[in-house]
């Protein structure tokens, strides 16, 4: 039994809850029944779609909470987001006009809608709906959904990141305690059933658990929403609706996917199959818009196949329908190849489905008798032998390109259209492209010479090699060489020996990749565009790594100025005017004395910075393409004697404007280092050097070629005294360097042994120039702290 004071306690409480849930209950009742959307948008109720759209735009720049900075900016512009969402669709209007109901039960007969109205009116009208009571402390039914979404970071850098390139991603950056986290999951939910039907991709971080993930992402708030495509990041930044999501997904996707296609320009389109040596589709709808799943699965095959687009409803495409026979009121599908007049396989129906369209297209993605332009190309059309059930042949004419070689390219062409088997494959490649191609596998050179030739070839492995047999005579076309070539395909069927020669044929080169200058030019423009859009849309904490990159590099322009300057002037001041006629004397070093293959350094000293968290982000991760930091590890102990040594070695390679050159503080950043050389497969510990307090390994005289852009390094590692051959009273050089740095070296034994950690660096810095050391890659460079 409880006390009596214990019992009047608990009564207390009972009724204190009771009271707070009766006031949530009126509260939410009295919202549902307030939300009038049109009043919230301040319009009429016979205000058209335009009006609508006009009011929520004015009313969205206005309470937007990036610029509006009022306590209740946030609800009202969720108001105002709900508002235009039931206005904008048709149906939901006229369910709220009728019915006074926002929900989306609109299947309801009228009488039931009418007898539920009271709760249903609550129930719906409501913006947040169920999740109002789905607080944070019940996360698990909440994240249910997003379970099969989920993200890890390594999934994310394997997996995703390359299939990015084939389909975009919608990602949601999500935790805990998180309300506004709540309110956009019916929407989030609705967005995802629709859009992963389409072909776009879904994940789901949570920041609390994968915050490595997040902060890679970018991600510093949550609820945070970013799509991703071919590798590249563009946040969300509008209204969480599902037409604003819809838009956004759409607008990651290149502008040039499809093509419009009409009466005009269709017999142009179609004939581009010879220029771009793929495929083309033709979509017939009466949509004006392109759909979405369309450009999404132009996205997909864009490598293999080119896309264009006829709205059947406008004037300008009666040819085009006719012509083909086209059912203006079914969506039609055709693939054209080597012939403009009729389609190569058709597929019509209703209702286009990703399934229906990924099967027909993945069956049509190369021409009858494709051009290998590159070595990718020929390895999907020709792949390597796994078994004698997979074989795969290739029937190749080697040929020229011209109207003089056009008569033996057609007649090959319909050699190829009548013999189409599984186990066949039909190309052909121009020899004036490809010229080690047609050397490789032609032994007479100068019979075939200005002539047409067709070899059977089988590749054995991906290292080149292949079997083949080529026709003794030129391919013409003629009825005798169609009679010989099938001869051989139908003893082909039967003996695979007579494929009796042997070879390695050599990488084809890719014909149809960009110059470097387009290259470099489409590179430049899209890092303008990130810096634009972070410029507008992110907040100062994204845009740290920029605005530390901006001021650190002006700080090392105006710093080197400076230091360059004053160090010149001193020198003129100190040093007296060198003598023409007077011989240096036998025993002094000259400058000469360093260089090295007549390699003449710029500078009279090397110029060695500190990698710190001001300088890490200009001397590594964003160092140009080319360029590499070889970063000298130290400690404050050894400061002192390892950078005279390490100058001392490098001295001779400060001519390259590739190489850069650093130290790195082992006191300060030795997390930062044993992170990096986990990657390296053989940094094992030095023996017999451990601190003495902590026994934790010397890494002091290692040395890191960095290279920032492709996220790789080259590893020097320190020998033993005894195996760089110092005898322990060998005498100190006082001359290393002493005229150009203005230093002597330290004599003392402890400095010397530490010197001798770097006695062959200078043979590794070749190595390292020749491009012959070891490569250990990283998937990303860890941040400095």
């Not at 009313?59 to 987001?81: C, M, T, V, Y």
């Not at 006695?759 to 050391?773: F, I, V």
């Amino acid at each position: 039994m409880l006390p009596a004071g214990e019992k009047m306690e608990m009564k207390r409480l009972s009724v204190s809850l009771v009271v707070v849930l009766f006031l949530v209950l009126v509260l939410q009742i009295l919202s549902a029944v307030d939300f009038d959307p049109y009043r919230i948008l301040g319009i009429s109720r016979t205000a058209s779609q335009a009006d609508i759209k006009k009011a929520y735009k004015k009313l969205a720049r206005e309470w937007h909470p990036d610029k509006n900075k009022d306590p209740g900016a946030e609800d009202k512009f969720i108001q105002i987001s709900k508002a235009y969402e039931i206005l904008s669709n048709e149906e939901k209007r006229l369910n709220f006009d009728r019915y006074g109901d926002v929900g989306e039960n609109q299947g309801y007969p009228h009488q039931q809608q009418s007898q539920n109205r009271p709760f249903h009116h609550f129930h719906e009208s409501f913006y947040f709906d169920e999740s109002f009571f789905h607080f944070p402390f019940n996360s698990d039914r909440r994240d249910s959904s997003d379970e099969k979404y989920l993200l890890h970071f390594s999934h994310y850098i394997n997996e995703i990141l390359p299939d990015s390139f084939r389909k975009p991603y919608l990602i949601k950056i999500t935790s805990d305690w998180c309300f506004s986290c709540i309110h956009i999951e019916p929407v989030w939910k609705e967005v995802v059933q629709e859009l992963e039907g389409l072909g776009v991709g879904i994940g789901v971080v949570h920041a609390g658990y994968e915050r490595r993930l997040a902060h890679h992402l970018g991600a510093h708030s949550t609820p945070s929403i970013l799509g991703l495509i071919n590798g590249k990041i563009t946040f969300f930044h509008n209204a969480v609706v599902r037409e604003n999501l819809r838009q956004f997904v759409e607008s990651l996707l290149p502008g040039n996917l499809v093509e419009k296609i009409t009466d005009k320009n269709y017999v142009r389109f179609l004939s581009n199959w010879k220029k771009e040596n793929k495929p083309h589709v033709l979509l017939f709808d009466h949509m004006p818009l392109v759909p979405l799943l369309y450009k999404l699965t132009a996205f997909a095959y864009r490598d293999y196949l080119s896309f264009g687009y006829v709205y059947v409803g406008l004037r300008g495409t009666e040819e085009l329908s006719s012509q083909y026979n086209i059912n203006v009121y079914t969506p039609t599908m055709m693939v054209f190849k080597e012939h403009v007049d009729k389609p190569a396989d058709v597929i019509q129906a209703r209702g286009m489905k990703k399934q229906l369209i990924d099967d027909f297209l993945s069956q049509n993605k190369f021409l009858m008798a494709s051009r290998l332009t590159s070595q990718k190309l020929f390895q999907e059309l020709c792949p390597a032998k796994k078994s004698h059930r997979q074989r795969k042949y290739c029937v190749v004419l080697i040929t020229g390109e011209g109207d003089k070689y056009t008569v033996s390219y057609e007649a090959f062409l319909a050699f190829a259209l009548a013999n189409t088997k599984d186990t066949l494959r039909f190309v052909h490649i121009y020899s004036n492209y490809q010229p080690q191609f047609g050397h490789t596998l032609l032994t007479d050179d100068e019979r075939f010479h200005g002539k047409s030739a067709v070899v059977i070839l089988e590749r054995r492995n991906n290292a080149g090699r292949v079997v083949y047999k080529a026709l003794d005579e030129p391919w013409s076309g003629s009825e005798e060489d169609n009679f010989i070539l099938l001869d051989l395909l139908d003893q082909l069927r039967t003996d695979p020996g007579i494929l009796s020669s042997d070879t390695i044929l050599p990488d084809l080169n890719d014909e149809l990749a960009p110059v470097f200058f387009l290259r470099w030019i489409y590179s430049a423009i899209d890092y303008i565009s990130d810096s634009w859009d972070s410029l507008f849309h992110s907040n100062w904490r994204e845009m740290m790594p920029l605005l530390s990159l901006i001021f650190s590099a002006l700080f090392i322009l105006f710093g080197t100025v400076i230091v360059q300057a004053f160090s010149d002037s001193s020198d003129e001041r100190d040093s007296p005017p060198a003598k023409k006629d007077e011989n240096p004397p036998k025993g002094e070093k000259n400058d000469t004395s360093f260089t090295k293959d007549n390699r003449i350094p710029k500078k009279g000293f090397v110029e060695v910075t500190e990698l710190t968290d001001i300088t890490y982000t200009s001397n590594l991760v964003r160092l140009r393409p080319g360029h590499m930091n070889v970063v000298l590890i130290l400690s404050n102990p050894t400061k002192t004697p390892l950078l005279q040594k390490f100058a001392l070695e490098v001295y001779t390679f400060t001519g390259s404007n590739c190489l850069h050159f650093s130290f790195l503080n082992l006191d300060k950043h030795r997390e930062w280092l044993e992170y990096v050389l986990e990657f390296a497969q053989d940094a094992g510990p030095i023996p017999n050097q451990y601190d003495k307090h902590f026994l934790e390994r010397d890494y002091t005289g290692y040395v890191l070629a960095l290279n920032g852009h492709k996220k790789y390094f080259c590893l020097f590692k320190p020998r033993k005294s005894e195996e760089d051959g110092d005898a322990p009273g060998m005498p100190c050089d006082e001359s290393d360097l002493g005229e150009v740095r203005g230093k002597s070296s330290s004599c003392s034994p402890g400095a010397r042994s530490v010197k001798n950690k770097l006695n062959k660096l200078s043979l590794w810095m070749e190595r390292l120039l020749e491009g012959s050391l070891q490569r250990f890659y990283i998937p990303l460079w860890p941040a400095l702290d």
